[in-house]
Structures are given as C-alpha cells and as structure tokens.
C-alpha cells in the first residue's frame, strides 16, 4: 500500500459506499488510506455511528502497523458518515454493501441511483447474486458492475471485478484502474452464479463441511490439510467462520437453486446457522472464537 495520502490518477476522487458493516466498512477503509474522500450511507443515526467507529478503527490499526503514513487528522478529515442520500450525489463512484438479499439490493441499489450524476459509476459488492438481475434496477446499466471485495478488506489483494452484457469497456478500464489503485489485483469474471471466487470456494467448503458431518476429520484436520498441502493460507472452514455461516448457507441456496445439486447446503450448516453459531461474529462457528 502506498504511504501517500494523496489519491493517485487512478482512483475516484469522491466514494461513496452504502452499508457500514464489515465488508462496507472496509471498502470505505481501503478507498481511505490511499486518498479517496469517503462518505458512507447507513439506513440510521446508529448504524451510521457503528460504521464510524469501525472504519476508525481500521485506520487507527493500519496507522499503528506503519501501513499509512501521515497525520491521523488528514486522513480522518476525508471521511463521513450520514444517513442522506442525496450525498452520493458528488460521487464518482458508489459501491453498494448491503446485505446478501437479492430484494434488498435491488431497493437500495435503485434508491442511490436516484441521486447519482451522469458521470457516475455505481457498483454492488455482491458475492454471489446475478449482478445483470441487479442491473435492472438502475437506468444506466453500461456504467454498472460488480466489485467483489474479499473479507477482511485491507489484508485482501483480491477483487473480483464482474461484467455484465451492458457494462461498458468504458467502466471496464475504470474498474481496472481502481483496482490497481488499491494495490490490489482484479480478476475479471463474466455474470454466472457465483462468478468465480465464491463458486470454487463454496464448493471446497460445503465438501468440507461434509466431511464434518460424516466424521471424516476434525474442522481443524481438515483446514490444515488444506493448509498445509495445497498451501491456502485458511482452510474452508475457518474461512467459513470468518465469512460467516450465515453467509455462506445464502450463498449456497442460491447456487443449489441455480447450479443444482452440487451445492446443496450440508444439514450441520442448516443446524449451526438455526443454533446461533455463525462463526466469528457469533463467538462460534466450526471453531469457538470466545
């Protein structure tokens, strides 16, 4: 990451972001500490305070490890919270991070585009919902997109950049551009369930979630074979966890309904996720985080 805290060519100069919780929170924290202004929308005075606090934190931590250079106060001063719209109206470009519900998405991705610019692009940070569904719900589809950011945010150097039938080469380039002006690498995908990331993903996981079930190994066996002898850097369960297990039964609803039966969700998840244990955010998972 670079320790300029002024926006290079290749970034927005003004982003906004709808959704404050942890995958909102940390696209505001990325587009943050390498210059951006930053603004994000949050459905109340509460939530908006939450976000605040979160992406404080996140800049507060990258400070301390030496990530960004520069006073606290310059790079704090570009950003906001607020629960008015009508602010992504000076946006070069708003990312949506709202909850994986393909309802939900679609109402809030039409409300932001009500207050856009011409100029500007609008992108959903989806995991898995057809991104050409979501286009539907806005007037200028060529300047729409997924960016698929991977959790945590500021550790991640992956975006999954998504294109549809109607994005433009246009929004195309910029998406590389931003990207690059991240620090971190795009993989261009083309809309099909899932895209690429989440579909490979998902399946390895649910297998291993599987394996589980049938007392194959221990979640903590399983990931360090994982581990430790295709050299990922977290097994599919603790990723699980992570992601949250609620996340990932939504996704895998969703892949089983349009994929078929490879993605059928496993019982023990159906189980964990009616049971509370969600992963990390819950204090449990397939791992106790208490």
Same mark, same amino acid.
């Given at each position: 990451m670079s320790n300029d805290p002024t926006p290079t060519a290749l970034l927005p100069t003004t982003v906004g !972001? @709808? +959704?404050?919780?942890?995958?909102? /929170? +940390?696209? /505001? *924290?990325?587009? @943050?500490? *390498?210059g951006s202004k930053v603004t994000i929308i949050e459905r109340d005075e509460e939530a908006a305070r939450g976000a605040h606090e979160r992406v404080v934190a996140s800049v507060d931590a990258s400070i301390n490890r030496g990530v960004i250079a520069g006073d606290r106060n310059d790079v704090l001063q570009r950003f906001g919270t607020s629960v008015d719209y009508a602010k992504f109206a000076s946006c070069d470009l708003v990312v949506e991070a709202v909850p994986e519900d393909e309802e939900l998405k679609n109402a809030a991705l039409s409300a932001v585009a009500d207050h856009l610019s011409p100029h500007a692009y609008l992108a959903t940070n989806t995991s898995s919902l057809s991104v050409s569904g979501l286009a539907q719900s806005i007037p200028r589809p060529e300047q729409f997109l997924g960016l698929h950011f991977f959790n945590p945010v500021p %550790?991640?150097?992956l975006i999954e !950049? !998504?294109?549809? #039938?109607?994005?433009?080469?246009?929004? @195309? %380039? /910029?998406?590389r551009q931003w990207v690059a002006g991240l620090g971190k690498t795009a993989v261009v995908v083309r809309d099909a369930p899932g895209f690429a990331s989440s579909r490979l993903g998902v399946a390895i996981a649910l #297998? %291993? &979630?599987? &394996? !589980?079930e049938e007392e194959v190994a221990s979640a903590e066996d399983i990931d360090n074979a994982m581990v430790l002898g295709y050299k990922h850097p977290v097994g599919p369960l603790r990723t699980t966890d992570i992601v949250g297990l609620d996340v990932r039964l939504g996704i895998a609803e969703y892949l089983h309904s349009t994929l078929g039966e490879r993605f059928a969700p496993p019982q023990i998840l159906r189980d964990k996720v009616a049971a509370g244990e969600l992963?990390?955010?819950?204090?449990?998972?397939y791992y106790d985080w208490r």
């Open positions: !972001v @709808l +959704g404050g919780g942890r995958m909102g /929170a +940390g696209i /505001a *924290h990325a587009f @943050l500490i *390498h %550790a991640s150097m !950049v !998504v294109i549809t #039938e109607t994005t433009s080469d246009e929004t @195309l %380039a /910029a998406a #297998e %291993a &979630m599987r &394996m !589980v992963g990390r955010k819950s204090g449990k998972g």
